[in-house]
């Protein structure tokens, strides 16, 4: 079993920086990938970004490319989202999420086993 705690998540103005922080904790492996998705009000949760074990593979959604920064510190089991140039469409609920390597495409939602509960991040015009 493994357990994601989001937060950092709140109201931000249009322009503005947040960090969100996902602890994990559990059976968690050198082979984890850690993913960010996040999910609007009637809409599909969209892919945001990925890290692996060793930080040196990082993929980002194209709607965050430039702006947003995912970062590990497996000393403390968490990986960070800084997100800046925050726009209102980046509104969301900001979920964390633990994919295996092999497990399939760091895409889709399909591919993480384990989520944690979400953090809402609102921004505003």
């Known amino acids: 079993q493994v357990h994601l705690v989001e937060s950092g998540g709140g109201l931000v103005q249009a322009g503005g920086s947040l960090r969100l922080s996902c602890a994990a904790s559990?059976?968690?492996?050198?082979?984890?990938?850690l993913g960010w998705f996040r999910q609007a009000p009637g809409k599909e949760r969209e892919f945001v970004a990925t890290?692996?074990?060793?930080?040196?593979?990082?993929e980002y959604g194209n709607s965050v490319k430039g702006r947003f920064i995912i970062s590990r510190d497996n000393a403390k089991n968490t990986v960070y989202l800084q997100m800046n140039s925050l726009k209102p469409e980046d509104t969301a609920v900001y979920y964390c999420?633990?994919?295996?390597?092999?497990?399939?495409?760091?895409?889709?939602?399909?591919?993480?086993?384990?989520w944690g509960q979400g953090t809402q991040v609102t921004v505003s015009s």
């Open positions: 999420a633990r994919r295996l390597l092999g497990s399939g495409s760091e895409l889709y939602e399909t591919s993480y086993d384990y």
């Open positions: 559990g059976q968690t492996f050198s082979t984890d990938y």
């Open positions: 890290i692996n074990w060793n930080s040196n593979v990082i």
